[in-house]
């Protein structure tokens, strides 16, 4: 049996070290579903406006009754929500991006702890090699020595 497997402390932090993971997980889960809904929405709602205008434009088209002041209106107001539609794509864009970052700066800070861990482990191997302590002499959480 391996010193760290009867460690209460080493599992503890392997528990910890998995809820971590776990968490990290989650959170990028979240973020990239909740990105994709929001795409899928504006999506959904640009095209269900464009549908709207081309109907529009076509029943135009038909009358042929030369309202060309009602033309020039309904071109404007496609050009404002074209403009509104191209914002909402840079803000999703940015917000997308400060996600990115964020899920980048999560997966450094885990390798880091990772890297603290790795290391932690092998002073600890070192320090029980070099001092050879006896199994009878470690400090277990639950005896009170």
């Known amino acids: 049996m391996s010193w ?23 959170v990028q889960d979240r973020s990239s579903k909740i990105l994709q809904e929001q795409e899928k929405d504006l999506l959904r709602a640009f095209r269900a406006r464009l549908f709207d205008v081309q109907t529009e434009l076509e029943k135009e088209k038909t009358r042929k009754d030369g309202g060309d002041s009602a033309w020039i209106e309904r071109t404007r107001r496609t050009e404002a929500e074209l403009d509104w539609a191209k914002e909402m794509a840079d803000r999703l864009d940015r917000v997308n991006q400060g996600l ?13 702890q990772e890297d603290d861990r790795k ?23 639950h005896k009170n020595v």
């Open 100 to 112: 990115s970052r964020e899920n980048l700066r999560l997966k450094s800070q885990f390798k880091s």
């Open 119 to 141: 290391f932690l482990i092998k002073q600890l191997v070192a320090i029980k090699v070099k001092i050879k302590v006896p199994e009878c002499w470690s400090v277990s959480p």
């Open 4 to 26: 760290m497997q009867g460690n209460h402390s080493m599992e503890s932090l392997k528990n910890m070290h998995q809820q971590i993971l776990h968490n990290v997980e989650m």
